[in-house]
């Protein structure tokens, strides 16, 4: 899930394979105790972005499936997708996402 305080967007989720790519950058896949992940998203390049993804179609109510261009080997092709929530940040879908981990949080618990 992520909130966006600006947007008044508060626990939106993430399904279809969004929140399996966010585990995998975080760093989750390999600590479960990480509960937190900040990033840094645009429509153009940023520098040393760690995925780029690339639109491949709508889902026709307003979500959007994405397709993984640059990141680990293993993870490139993989598909995933956004909620209607990505058109509070764009007009339309953009075709292309850049994303970066700025960092990630382990839970005190």
């Known amino acids: 899930m992520f909130d966006d305080e600006y947007r008044e967007i508060y626990e939106e989720p993430f399904v279809a394979g969004a929140d399996l790519l966010f585990d995998e950058m975080s760093g989750r896949v390999d600590d479960q105790s990480i509960d937190q992940c900040s990033v840094v998203f645009a429509h ?37 997708w956004l909620c209607p929530a990505l058109l509070a940040f764009y007009g ?18």
Do not use: C
């Not at 850049?98 to 618990?109: D, E, G, L, Q, Y």
């Open 92 to 109: 339309e879908a953009p075709k292309d996402i850049f994303v970066k981990v700025m960092n990630s949080t382990r839970s005190h618990a």
């Open 44 to 80: 153009t390049p940023i520098p040393e972005a760690d995925v780029h993804a690339v639109l491949s179609h709508g889902d026709g109510y307003d979500g959007h499936y994405y397709t993984v261009e640059q990141y680990k080997p293993e993870i490139q092709g993989f598909q995933f």
